[in-house]
Structures are given as C-alpha cells and as structure tokens.
C-alpha cells in the first residue's frame, strides 16, 4: 500500500513532445508539491497545491501546467520538452493545520529529453 | 529567505566507523528541520525530524540529529556506520507555520561512501 505514487517511474522523449507525469497519494493529505531533483541532485520546489488550489508557482515556466483533478492526484503536464527539462521528478504530499507535519516523497520519475 | 548549507559534497567511511554529516541552516526563528535519505535511484524517506523540545532526535536506521541554535546546525550522525548506510543525505529546513503546508527548502546533498 504505496503512500505517494508516480507513473511513470521513467520517461524517454524527444525535444519538442508534450509528456505527463502523474502522482497520486492515499495518505488523506490536502497539500501536494512537484519537486524538481537535477542532474547535480540539488532539489527544488516547482509547485504546491493545497485542496486541489494551486499555492506556490516558484518562477516555473509556462510548459509546465500542474493539474489536481482531485485533492488525492496532483500531474505534471510538460508542453515543448527541452533538454534541460531532463531531471527525477518528485512528487510529495503533507498535512496541513497539524503542528507536525512532514513531507512524504514519491518515488519519482526520470525524465530524459534527448 | 531560508537556505540549507551541506558543506560536504562527497564523504568516504570505513564499514563499523562513525558518521557525521554537516548541515547549516539560515532561517529567521526555529525552523523545522529534516534528514531526508535517498538510495541509488529511490525516492526521498525521512530519517528524523526536529521540530522543538529535546535538542537530540532519534531516527530511524540507528540515525540521530542534534539542533543547535547558537551554530544555526543540525548535524547527522551514526555510531557504526553500515554499508547499506551508503546513499544520498539531504538535509532540509520547513517554516514552522499553522497551516504546515509550505515546501521544504533542502541542502545539495552529502554523498556518502562507505569501503571495507
């Protein structure tokens, strides 16, 4: 009974194709983020949704348009792949309105642009 | 702005030698803090968390942290290091706000190594 999970786990695509990557939580949890880990495994927020409404937009561009059909699913949609684009992809979930929370992390996805 | 500074890229032990691993953070009140382990091509798992009370937090995996205040630090060790311990450790900083919804700020990582 996985936690936080993404599909697909790896994604090999072309400069220019649109990829989505999806994530879903059983945990209960109303806050989702993208977290973007690059080639150096620095990793950075991209985007956070809390009740299916978007939160924070860290200066992202506009290829990427998450969607939260629900507040379990949060995707990444990626228009116009480039080659920076190429990265492990993490999606998170946490708890809000708690006095102790902790973000629980997907698997991730590795997106390799070529 | 918070920021996380891990100012060992790569760190090498021997099997059944102790571990620390340096984490500095820079927030403006006590922040949460976090250990986060990352294995060859896994996902992120929580080894502990600091939030307040005890200044010295047990993890899991025989892992334990140390707030201090005064060196704004939150330093990771282990006694007896394992060669499965081998991984990718991130330490990250979370503001400490009611509705715990915001994202974690992490450091760029400490890769350790482990050898016979």
């Known amino acids: 009974d996985t936690a936080v999970s993404q599909t697909p786990k790896y994604l090999v695509t072309q400069m220019g194709n649109d990829k989505s990557i999806k994530c879903e939580q059983n945990l209960g949890h109303d806050t989702m983020y993208w977290y973007k880990q690059d080639s150096k495994k620095f990793l950075k927020i991209m985007f956070s949704y809390n009740n299916k409404e978007l939160i924070i937009n860290e200066t992202v561009p506009n290829r990427f348009s998450p969607k939260s059909p629900d507040k379990a699913h949060l995707n990444l949609h990626i228009n116009s792949l480039e080659l920076g684009d190429s990265a492990v992809y993490f999606c998170?979930?946490?708890?809000?309105?708690?006095?102790?929370?902790?973000?629980?992390f997907g698997p991730g996805t590795r997106l390799t642009v070529t | 702005a918070q920021s996380v500074t891990q100012p060992d890229i790569h760190i090498t032990v021997s099997e059944g030698a102790s571990l620390e691993l340096r984490c500095n953070y820079s927030y403006g009140a006590t922040p949460y803090l976090f250990w986060y382990v990352q294995s060859p091509g896994q996902g992120l798992q929580l080894l502990l968390k600091?939030?307040?009370?005890?200044?010295l937090v047990q993890g899991i995996k025989g892992f334990e942290a140390e707030f201090k205040r005064s060196q704004s630090s939150f330093n990771l060790r282990k006694p007896s290091v394992h060669w499965s311990d081998a991984a990718e450790y991130f330490c990250a900083v979370g503001a400490p706000m009611n509705s715990g919804n915001t994202p974690l700020v992490f450091g760029k990582g400490t890769r350790l190594s482990v050898i016979a």
């Open positions: 998170a979930s946490s708890q809000p309105g708690t006095a102790i929370y902790e973000q629980y």
């Open positions: 600091y939030f307040s009370g005890d200044t």
